[in-house]
């Protein structure tokens, strides 16, 4: 519901990057609406506009300049305008964003974004333009109760820790974020139980690192203890948790697949190259051998777990027999899927100065063929589990027809038709008919009550 213009101020919000982004959108637009802003779709129409930015590879970066600078217009046209950059890209460069874009007010680093309200609150007074991108190892999360806002009311994402201590030398994550900080488990579970009884169903577990959870200070659960812990709390059907660092994936958090009825059984656990010289010049800490143990282990704990990875291609001084052993590594797990990149140097990444740096020609015809095949691999994991009878946690539906989508546990989407009508967040069974390229056809077997 929209409140008439003349009471509220209208907030723009574009987001770029991982889902600890959304979440901080998330959180940037509920701090917003306690001051009277309700969210629109159209900048033109905004009074304050945030775009939150990722860094991590060159593209991403240029897509958030590039939309900053269309802003400068806007801004001409409504001086009253105030235009907010935040995320990995306003930390990284910081003042020197106000310096180059006249037209921009804030920088807000992302240990700021809950200062948010006061920041803008000064541009409106006539402070200027200002730039806020503290980072400090004991910088503590803020409890924080969400509210469902405009996002879907049935899954929820919940921020469980901050940053990144790993320093894999491509990667400029540990610049943008700062030191891994955990939250504190009580504003965890009050946070989780509080989605809960708002009506969300599935949560998923969010941190650059998350499965070194409580291993910056003392007196904190380990990572699979919080697990249980969350799982425990009434109303959460399904558990999610992203990304995990290989090196940190104990054995004690791949019983959690066995001993958590609520946790997916789904992995994604990157392992960026399948070459251990490159593995090592990339400081990851773990050899092809050791990541290979820990996917076998993994799945003779659960065999039906779901394993996703990230591939860099192109990293400084891969050679076609480095890559070779990623594409092998690729037969030899047979992952459902993949996200790959080609390399792209970044700012304090240590790898920036590296010599040997691959041609694009050659990143971008290694992505190609390690895309093809892995997209087959893909779909052969999904054709596997065509005629078996899966549960689907329900999406939403077409408007006027019967039409319904849902995810598996493994987060696929499936599309059924059935003339009944579901709730976002129900459970119900389907059977996989078809595998598509990014989804299944499904026809419903049954479905549970909705509790009332
Ligand atoms: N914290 C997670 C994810 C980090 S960012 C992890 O450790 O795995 C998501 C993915 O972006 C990474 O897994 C990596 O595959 C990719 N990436 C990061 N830096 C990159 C760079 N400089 N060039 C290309 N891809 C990069
Ligand atoms: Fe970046 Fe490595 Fe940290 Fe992931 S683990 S955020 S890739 S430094
Ligand atoms: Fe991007 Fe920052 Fe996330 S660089 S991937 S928004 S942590």
Request: glycine fraction near 8%; hydrophobic fraction near 40%.
């Given at each position: 519901?929209?409140?008439?213009?003349?009471?509220?101020?209208?907030?723009?919000?574009?987001?770029?990057?991982?889902?600890?982004?959304?979440?901080?959108?998330?959180?940037?637009?509920?701090?917003?609406?306690?001051?009277?802003?309700?969210?629109?779709?159209?900048?033109?129409?905004?009074?304050?506009?945030?775009?939150?930015?990722?860094?991590?590879?060159?593209?991403?970066e240029q897509k958030a300049m590039s939309l900053l600078g269309r802003y400068r217009k806007l801004k001409?046209?409504?001086?009253?305008?105030v235009v907010a950059v935040a995320g990995c890209v306003a930390q990284q460069e910081g003042v020197a964003l106000l310096e180059r874009m006249g037209h921009l007010?804030?920088?807000?680093?992302?240990?700021?974004?809950?200062?948010?309200?006061?920041l803008v609150a000064a541009v409106r007074n006539g402070a200027g333009q200002?730039?806020?991108?503290?980072?400090?190892?004991?910088?503590?999360?803020?409890?924080?109760?969400?509210?469902?806002?405009?996002?879907?009311?049935?899954?929820?994402?919940?921020?469980?820790?901050?940053?990144?201590?790993?320093f894999c030398t491509y990667c400029v994550v540990p610049y943008t974020r700062g030191r891994e900080i955990s939250r504190e488990p009580g504003d965890i579970l009050a946070e989780v139980d509080h989605l809960a009884r708002l009506g969300v169903r599935e949560v998923t577990l969010l941190g650059q690192n998350v499965n070194s959870y409580g291993q910056d200070r003392p007196g904190l659960p380990s990572f699979a203890e919080l697990l249980h812990e969350v799982a425990a709390i009434p109303g959460i059907e399904r558990l999610r948790f992203t990304t995990s660092h290989p090196k940190d994936l104990s054995e004690e958090l791949m019983q959690c697949f066995a001993s958590i009825d609520a946790l997916c059984p789904h992995f994604h656990l990157p392992v960026q190259s399948g070459s251990d010289a490159v593995l090592k010049r990339m400081n990851r800490k773990y050899t092809r051998a050791e990541y290979l143990d820990k996917v076998a282990r993994l799945r003779a704990i659960r065999p039906d777990i779901a394993i996703t990875t990230d591939i860099i291609v192109g990293f400084p001084g891969e050679s076609e027999a480095d890559f070779a052993a990623?594409?092998?590594?690729?037969?030899?797990?047979?992952?459902?899927?993949?996200?790959?990149?080609k390399y792209s140097d970044r700012p304090h990444a240590a790898s920036a100065q590296f010599g040997d740096k691959v041609p694009e020609a050659i990143k971008g015809e290694r992505l190609s063929r390690l895309q093809a095949r892995q997209e087959e691999i893909t779909f052969a994991r999904k054709q596997e589990l065509v005629g078996t009878v899966t549960e689907v946690m329900i999406e939403g539906g077409?408007?006027?027809?019967?039409?319904?989508?849902?995810?598996?546990?493994?987060?696929?989407?499936?599309?059924?038709?059935?003339?009944?009508?579901?709730?976002?967040?129900?459970?119900?069974?389907?059977?996989?008919?078809?595998a598509c390229q990014n989804s299944f056809r499904g026809t419903i077997i049954q479905h549970e009550e909705q509790p009332a």
């Amino acid at each position: 519901m929209r409140a008439s213009r003349n009471s509220s101020r209208l907030l723009h919000i574009e987001t770029f990057g991982c889902q600890m982004n959304e979440r901080d959108s998330e959180i940037m637009a509920q701090l917003m609406a306690a001051e009277g802003y309700l969210t629109t779709a159209a900048p033109e129409e905004a009074d304050l506009i945030v775009v939150n930015t990722c860094s991590i590879r060159g593209k991403a970066e240029q897509k958030a300049m590039s939309l900053l600078g269309r802003y400068r217009k806007l801004k001409k046209k409504n001086p009253r305008l105030v235009v907010a950059v935040a995320g990995c890209v306003a930390q990284q460069e910081g003042v020197a964003l106000l310096e180059r874009m006249g037209h921009l007010d804030l920088v807000v680093g992302p240990q700021e974004i809950y200062q948010l309200p006061e920041l803008v609150a000064a541009v409106r007074n006539g402070a200027g333009q200002h730039c806020a991108t503290g980072q400090s190892p004991a910088f503590v999360i803020p409890p924080f109760l969400p509210e469902l806002g405009n996002g879907p009311a049935h899954k929820r994402f919940v921020t469980i820790m901050q940053g990144c201590n790993n320093f894999c030398t491509y990667c400029v994550v540990p610049y943008t974020r700062g030191r891994e900080i955990s939250r504190e488990p009580g504003d965890i579970l009050a946070e989780v139980d509080h989605l809960a009884r708002l009506g969300v169903r599935e949560v998923t577990l969010l941190g650059q690192n998350v499965n070194s959870y409580g291993q910056d200070r003392p007196g904190l659960p380990s990572f699979a203890e919080l697990l249980h812990e969350v799982a425990a709390i009434p109303g959460i059907e399904r558990l999610r948790f992203t990304t995990s660092h290989p090196k940190d994936l104990s054995e004690e958090l791949m019983q959690c697949f066995a001993s958590i009825d609520a946790l997916c059984p789904h992995f994604h656990l990157p392992v960026q190259s399948g070459s251990d010289a490159v593995l090592k010049r990339m400081n990851r800490k773990y050899t092809r051998a050791e990541y290979l143990d820990k996917v076998a282990r993994l799945r003779a704990i659960r065999p039906d777990i779901a394993i996703t990875t990230d591939i860099i291609v192109g990293f400084p001084g891969e050679s076609e027999a480095d890559f070779a052993a990623t594409m092998e590594l690729l037969e030899i797990v047979r992952y459902h899927g993949a996200f790959s990149f080609k390399y792209s140097d970044r700012p304090h990444a240590a790898s920036a100065q590296f010599g040997d740096k691959v041609p694009e020609a050659i990143k971008g015809e290694r992505l190609s063929r390690l895309q093809a095949r892995q997209e087959e691999i893909t779909f052969a994991r999904k054709q596997e589990l065509v005629g078996t009878v899966t549960e689907v946690m329900i999406e939403g539906g077409s408007k006027n027809g019967d039409q319904w989508s849902g995810r598996t546990a493994a987060n696929v989407i499936v599309n059924f038709t059935a003339v009944e009508t579901f709730t976002p967040g129900q459970l119900v069974m389907v059977q996989l008919d078809e595998a598509c390229q990014n989804s299944f056809r499904g026809t419903i077997i049954q479905h549970e009550e909705q509790p009332a």
